[in-house]
């Protein structure tokens, strides 16, 4: 794997953790997440007009997948709602990788090499250990997080099986981004009867920069995937949860016990050996 794929998934990785980070800040994380997409689309919009349509055959995925991201902001804000980003992330982020494995073995009778069921055990075991003791997540916390995670693992699906239908992927994902920051923006407006954006507020160009951020994360694997293959480029990316765990103790004051930090790296490492 080239030095230039390695530094890219790093440095999305540590992005990803950050905007992650953003988000469970904020006081109120459903208007966050919804400027965040929001800025998503404006900045996907000039490239409608440059990459041709897709055919009609991908519009079902392209429709299906931003519906999902919806869904999966949801639940993220949920999660966030009540538990610490060194809990949530590391649950989100690695049953991802172990559902998708699951998923394959139990629907699709895909056998596990030796690298997934070691990555599936060790993805369980550091949820259960996060689930757990006297520091552990919140039960509702946890289930949101479980939920969050199942919804990125199907449109994950999702994606892969549409993408494969266009002639050019770029195209694919401008229109996905696109449409997700225009549904949830509808969503929001249902919620909460309206959307109000001031932009004279700070908090709101706070907003659209960690949506650069997370859309400069997406870019930045999608580019590292030209260098390595996808599989290597992914288990780099997946030491995000151990950069979301130190981000949450240096700038979120949450606690860095021996305990989270072991139960991130097992997440970490399980969530690798599935890559691989």
């Known amino acids: ?25 904020g006081n109120d994380r459903l208007w966050s997440i919804t400027v965040m997409s929001l800025a998503g689309s404006v900045i996907a919009l000039p490239f409608l007009f440059y990459f041709p349509l897709p055919d009609m055959a991908a519009w079902p995925y392209i429709l299906l997948s931003a519906g999902l991201q919806v869904g ?19 649950i989100v982020r690695g049953s991802v990788p172990m559902l998708v494995t699951l998923g394959g073995f139990l629907f699709f009778h895909e056998v596990l090499g030796p690298y997934q069921t070691l990555g599936v055990a060790l993805v369980a075991a550091g949820i259960m250990s996060l689930s757990l003791g006297k520091t552990r997540a919140a039960t509702s916390s946890l289930l949101f997080a479980l939920a969050t995670g199942f919804i990125i693992a199907c449109y ?55 949506g650069v951020v997370a859309m400069m994360a997406y870019g930045l694997v999608v580019v590292a995937y030209s260098f390595a293959p996808a599989g290597l480029v992914t288990a780099v990316r997946e030491t995000s ?36």
């Open 156 to 210: 994950s699906t999702v994606d892969s099986k549409g993408v494969k239908l266009v002639e050019q992927p770029v195209a694919y994902a401008m229109w996905v981004l696109f449409l997700f920051g225009v549904m949830i923006c509808i969503t929001y407006g249902v919620l909460r009867r309206g959307l109000l954006i001031d932009f004279r507020a700070s908090v709101t160009w706070k907003a659209f920069a960690g």
């Open 1 to 25: 794997m080239s030095a230039i794929a390695i530094g890219l998934a790093l440095v999305a990785a540590i992005l990803h953790a950050s905007w992650n980070a953003f988000l469970r800040t």
């Open 241 to 276: 949860v151990v950069f979301a765990v130190l981000i949450g103790a240096a700038f979120l004051g949450e606690h860095l016990t021996i305990r989270r930090v072991a139960a991130c790296l097992i997440v970490a490492a399980g969530a690798i050996c599935v890559s691989l």
């Open 72 to 90: 999966y902001s949801l639940f993220l804000v949920a999660a966030y709602r009540h538990g610490e980003l060194g809990q949530v992330y590391p």
